[in-house]
């Protein structure tokens, strides 16, 4: 298709499938745990960090060439610089951004009061009940863009929600990428793990918006880790250059085990991936100004005993409630948390897990949220059963922030106690029925039978029901509507692609 | 044993047994969710509640008359007030007190800063894994009393851990203190469902702790809901009698599931709860000014399918945050919360319900949290296996609570910089040194092991790794240290009143 079709392209969007799944508008207040002093502590530490530590940018000239022009201080592959130049070149990027989706109802906006969930990323393994543990494999990959796709709780399909491990791996990220655009029509990530991959993502991204809505949109995203403590490679450096430098989002993430990859301490491990992620973000304005940036932060804590990092622990508990604040402050929208466990099934310890983790993240006002669901084995694993609990449990955190609570005059029922009297009950009152259908989040997965009824239908617990689910989930898809010339030129392009790129397993 | 000698009777306490677990006292701030304008609603439907629409006092025209000789409106039981005469009221109550235990070193405050966690009360039924589900007996109860003494991130016995179910209803009370007083030394609530049961409480508070310290300390107290909507029947102003007249804690709590004891609506709960919970706590104050008083709020959403309640669900989770920026207002302890779940058995359901619902209980700064452990199937049964799983999770609140993010210039860790250099490692660097043995919150029961490690020992499920702990604790059970005289009175006052009281099943 030549570029001018292509650029004239409009929305593609046939309104069928699942209700659209928009973010969360938040109007809950943020809670912010740090005072003054604390605030002024660890932005001081981020700065001395920036200034006096320096952050290494390593195997890559053109990155430490572009540092050098602009003014910082290079020694070796260290770059250090003054923090307000940082901060100023950081107050570049916006403070909230929308991703485009395909179908339009399902675009995203990441940044201030709003909050995007995405399912887990990067899992080598699945494991579902049926199936047991096992490596992913492009069937289950698919079907878990599907089930994203489906779930009214998940706003973005993220991107490796499993390895396509039959895949060969200098050419799985072709067909994520065409899952994700043709099974779903919500917003993804794209490739990062090589640049040529990138190029691919966004070549890719470009037969679905078009270049003209590109230039103007952000329609994908990369996300990347660095390489702390201290450092960033050319994966990171790399995708700056082609995911910023075309004005697409890039999300820069410390992944951060407290006393290996950092201090072992909580607050200076903050102030670390601040420094790490403030960085990054300096750069890609340096390549774009106003290039979308999300400032992430992934900490987690660890085992006495092992040594293995541990998670819905109190640190990283406080953690994402501390650089939260921190984010809000330096006006960038921030990736932390998710609902991270260390358990190897779907088992009380995930959900506990879960669940600190995931309140955590949600209250503290995470602009986007990769692995909100399905996460297992400190995220080694993709659980089926996994992801579709954790979602139906999203869709209560969807209410806590969007809905806070209600204190305008019907919601506060004077007329229902016209009606009750003292010991009465409130159940066929005018405003119960006003209300009751609407009144409570009503979760998929949760039973809450008396003992007699549960038993009755087979004691099932709570993975059980989230494995008929989902089967039945997948028996009922239907693929959302794509314009075919769209699909075959994705399509010409994979194979294009597949016939260039050697096969390579590593 | 003579009046004179009980009273001169000093701290009995043997330092043995289980590590000291004091409560918490809190440094991170608290989370206000509700704005002036949304206090100053909901405090005017509270008003409105007091004034307006009256709270009735049932079955106890002595109640009656003390309101009527106090100058309030009563209207055949409905009793009105001036808002600000009860708000004044209130104020006498004590914003924290002290409930001694036996063990001086066990005792908590309540109210302001501090919080304290107590097991489930009022379960029939037990679980476990061996032997399934069962309504509770006296030896049930006997090693839930072992078990919460033993627990240290369990703070306060509470009381009804489970119902022992073998011992008749009449009596069962005096079994359950002898109990709580004996094979454990922590602080614990009295009977309240008949005034002598109260009694009974009372004085083997007074066998315990004598007459003099009574006087001036609080050591015992008692738990009642109000009979929502807007009725308080004579469990609570009996209770009320005996306990607050004593200078003994009284925490009162209305139990509201949404659109049946209240409107279908949180934030009309929330107002009806705090009218009712005050309006009691200014009755309190009438019988004797300074009594101490925990304001309880206990609310709960509903299935639409079955009108079943619901737990750990959006409502009550925001409910949580709102009622403790009321509580705090109105200067009064807050009771709320608990790790509660409407599952039968301990899954996944169970944890990521009682989580969200602990998490927020934990955040929101209630100082007394009945029900902080063993909960499951709507409270009907106490779960052996949940009671240990919520305990172990309950150490990660206390460290967020009482710790909140360390920014001191140790926790900075700046020299750990100058040993590490970029894309290095801290794991052996003299900062994580001195500090990683107690750096992170070392959960028992969760499992971070890898895969293989974890199969390798049996791919232990947390609830199994649950069940080995507690009945290895039960092994490793030693009774505090007890003067034999006051065991013996005690057991000479149970066998006394057991011969005056029928064997009552009702």
Redesign the interface.
Known sequence: MARRARNSRKRDMAQTGPVPSPHIQRT??H?????D??LS??EG?VD??LQD????F?DDPEALELWKREGATVEG??VKAPADWIRALCAKAPSEFTQLARNRDRSVTIGGKNQVFAPVYGAPFVRDLEGG?RYGDQAAFEDLVRLTYMHPNLHHGGFVTCEPCDIPVSKRHLDMLFAHMTLSDKPHLGAITEMSRAQDSIDMAEIVFGADVMAENCVIMGNVNT?S???VDRVVTESARVYSARGQGLIVVPFIL???????????S??QAMAEAMMVCAYVQLIRPGAPFVLGNFLS??????G???F????P???NY?IAQLARRAGLPLRCGGSLT???????????????SM??TM?AGANFVLHSAGWL??G??TGFEKLI?DAD?LG??Q??LS?????SD?????D??TE????????G?G??MR???T?????A???????E???EGG?L???QRAHARWTQMLQEYQQPAIDPAMRDELSAYVAKRKEELPDAWY
Chains 1, 2 share one sequence.
Not at 312 to 315: D, I, K, L, Q, T
């Open positions: 809950l207040p809670f912010d745990v740090l005072d002093e604390q502590r660890l530490q001395w960090i530590v320096g952050i290494a390593r592959d260290l543990r390489n403590p201290l450092l407290s006393g290996a990859m950092g201090p072992v301490s909580t607050a200076a903050v102030a804590s660890m085992s006495l005993k092992t293995a990092p541990t819905g622990m109190p640190e508990v406080i953690s501390a260390a358990s190897k099934v779907e088992d009380a310890q995930a959900a506990y897990e879960s669940a600190d309140h955590s209250l084995e400190g080694l694993c609990m449990r209560g955190y209410k806590v809905q806070g609570l209600d204190t019907e919601a506060l029922a004077r229902a106690y009750v009297e003292a010991g009465g009950h409130f159940l009152c405003h119960t209300h009751y259908q009144a409570f989040y009503e979760p997965l949760s039973d809450s039978d008396n003992v009824s549960w038993e004691s617990e709570m993975r």
